[in-house]
Antibody, heavy 126, light 111 residues
Framework: EVQLVQSGAEVKKPGESLKISCKGSGYSFTSYWIGWVRQMPGKGLEWMGIIYPGDSDTRYSPSFQGQVTISADKSISTAYLQWSSLKASDTAMYYC???????????????????WGKGTTVTVSS | QSALTQPRSVSGSPGQSVTISCTGTSSDVGGYNYVSWYQQHPGKAPKLMIYDVSKRPSGVPDRFSGSKSGNTASLTISGLQAEDEADYYCCSYAGSYTLGVFGGGTKLTVL
């Protein structure tokens, strides 16, 4: 069974750093893109970025570029999302998801998410 | 990139059909056939229901179908069941400079 298991809930103060994780199992971790989606309280889904664990190629949505870092350790089939200095506005649920990729007729790739983790709640409050 | 526009809520009775719309522009929904739909029950992770406008992943009931006309994609759920009550999000490819764009989500209530 394909599974993504995320790390537990976090409560942090503004300015602190944080790294949350997502461990894949039941499939070849290095052969699929994996990424992160944010859901702020009571709000919709926002695509943050993706990484290809096979070669660590990483793509970010413009809104999240420079705000977070996505990484992966293929030796332990785990992807990460990290912040160097949290803000209250980072309070949200964060989902990791396995991404499938198709080839667009404009010469680029498009993505959609077929397997999701259960989510990690991050609360940032003084 | 602006979010795709979905109705805030839709409702239907068991056994009926409902359609959720997702309106974008010629730069996203209208320009490509790469729309996906996700179902999210309260407190749960999203689940892929439709991809490439109208394809269903294995295990998704054929009561769920997708289509597109111009800049608007649609998710139709026929034979509504109580367990279909959830939030639904559309998502579209929007060109090379972004991963994609989500809609704001639609809450489906089964009366």
């Amino acid at each position: 069974e394909v599974q993504l298991v995320q790390s537990g809930a976090e409560v942090k103060k503004p300015g602190e750093s944080l790294k949350i994780s997502c461990k894949g199992s039941g499939y070849s971790f290095t052969s699929y893109w994996i990424g992160w989606v944010r859901q702020m309280p009571g709000k919709g889904l926002e695509w943050m970025g993706i990484i290809y664990p096979g070669d660590s190629d990483t793509r970010y949505s413009p809104s999240f570029q420079g705000q977070v870092t996505i990484s992966a350790d293929k030796s332990i089939s785990t992807a990460y999302l990290q912040w160097s200095s949290l803000k209250a506005s980072d309070t949200a649920m964060y989902y990791c998801a396995r991404h499938l990729r198709g080839y667009s007729y404009d010469g680029n790739y498009y993505y959609y998410m077929d397997v999701w983790g259960k989510g990690t709640t991050v609360t940032v409050s003084s | 990139q602006s979010a795709l526009t979905q109705p805030r809520s839709v409702s239907g009775s068991p056994g009926q059909s409902v359609t959720i719309s997702c309106t974008g522009t010629s730069s996203d929904v209208g320009g490509y056939n790469y729309v996906s739909w996700y179902q999210q029950h309260p407190g749960k992770a999203p689940k892929l229901m439709i991809y490439d406008v109208s394809k269903r992943p294995s295990g998704v009931p054929d009561r769920f179908s997708g289509s597109k006309s111009g800049n608007t994609a649609s998710l139709t759920i026929s034979g509504l069941q109580a367990e279909d009550e959830a939030d639904y999000y559309c998502c579209s490819y929007a060109g090379s400079y972004t991963l994609g764009v989500f809609g704001g989500g639609t809450k489906l209530t089964v009366l």
